[in-house]
């Protein structure tokens, strides 16, 4: 089950360490110095706020050189007199191990302060902090990751309402409330977020939580496709979006699937999937995924296996993203690796780890880059390497995603192992 959370969630990044508003003017006009100067006077004197944005400049290395250690010193300051927002990136600083040790009872502490005291922020980290520890098998706790991510969502950051939808949207957190993860994805696609616009379409264009209606669909896909959002642009030009006759739509995919047309088996799958055009069936839709992907249609194969993942055959699911994988489908190759990284539903197993990282990296998956760079700097699964630690860390910081699986960031590392220095 949670290999197919991880396809579902590749996108959820950290929340990053943030000033909150009441940066000086001289750190608004980018005069650095003179912030760092005025900060560290008033924080000599005990001013919460000033040390806890002396910390930040520290962590940024904005007006002095960085320092992490000091950047926790005047953090775990401001956080110990009160200050939210230090709290929430004292929490952070413990996470991440960034000028301490990796913590995290103290981060699940800190954040916990700061979110009780109705910071966003700091409740969407918590909801994280909570899911993270689950699917890192280290006892987080997806009850209370439900619960911050909710509050957090409650006071209208359309990023957090979206997010929260997408939790919503998985068995894992209950039985499946079609019409409330689609509402969370209207209050942020209302306020103009892309990934809620194209989530938003998809429930109009199948009827999940609303009332099916095209036109409504195609006007959410719009708003997407015009942000760029890829997938929102391909909705609109596919068959799906222009054909208004489901039936008729299903019956003319079957005559195709049945001639062994490999796009048109894949489609008939989902239609059967969603129960779109006919009866919902998994059956039907797992017997037409597998006739497309034994011809090697790469995202039947990635759909095959997350629903054997689902019906839980994992033998089924892992043979199935080995042969994604094997035809470079990063999403495959990356749950792959986590699987064999973890132990879950596999011996645990560092290095074929390392090995799907690297086809991963290779790729030029900036997480697997990152997630190889922390392997090597480590020696896990691999001969310790700093030189080719550096290489990758480099790759990543070049290339940069969201990156959710790693509990640290390519400057983080670069900065714990000295890799200038390689």
Known sequence: MKALLLTLL?????????????????????????????????????????????????????????????????????????????????????????????????????????????????QYYLGFLYWREYISSEGGDTKNSLRWYTKAAEQGNPYHQFRLGEMLSMTLFGKIDTKVYCEWFKKSAKQGYADAQFE?????????????????????YTKAAEQGNELAQSALSSSITSIEDDEEEA????????????????????LYFVGRGVAKDNNEAINWYKKAAEQGHIESQLHLADTYMNIENPEEAMKWYRKAAYNDNVTANTVLANQYRYGWDVPRDLKEAAKWFLKGAILGHSDSQLELGIFYANGYGVSKDLSEAKYWIKKASENPNQFFFAKTTPEEVWNEFELWKY
């Open 10 to 122: 590749l996108s959820i990044g950290l929340t990053g360490i943030v000033f909150a508003d009441d940066a000086s003017d001289a750190y608004q006009n980018k005069d650095f110095v003179t912030a760092f100067n005025e900060y560290q006077q008033r924080a000599e004197q005990g001013e919460a706020k000033a040390q806890r944005n002396l910390g930040l400049l520290y962590i940024r290395g904005e007006g002095v050189e960085k320092n992490p250690k000091e950047a926790f010193k005047w953090m775990k300051k401001a956080a110990v007199q009160g200050d939210s927002y230090a709290q929430y990136n004292l929490g952070k600083l413990y996470y991440d191990g960034l000028g301490t040790l990796n913590d995290f009872k103290s981060a699940l502490k800190w954040t916990t302060k700061s979110a009780e005291k109705g910071n966003a922020d700091a």
């Open 251 to 270: 019956r003319l995919l079957l005559i195709d699937a049945k001639k062994g047309d490999a796009i048109a088996q894949y489609e008939l799958a989902f």
């Open 200 to 220: 938003l379409a998809k429930c109009y264009e199948y009827g999940w939580g609303v009332q099916k209606d095209p036109k409504e669909a195609i006007k959410w």
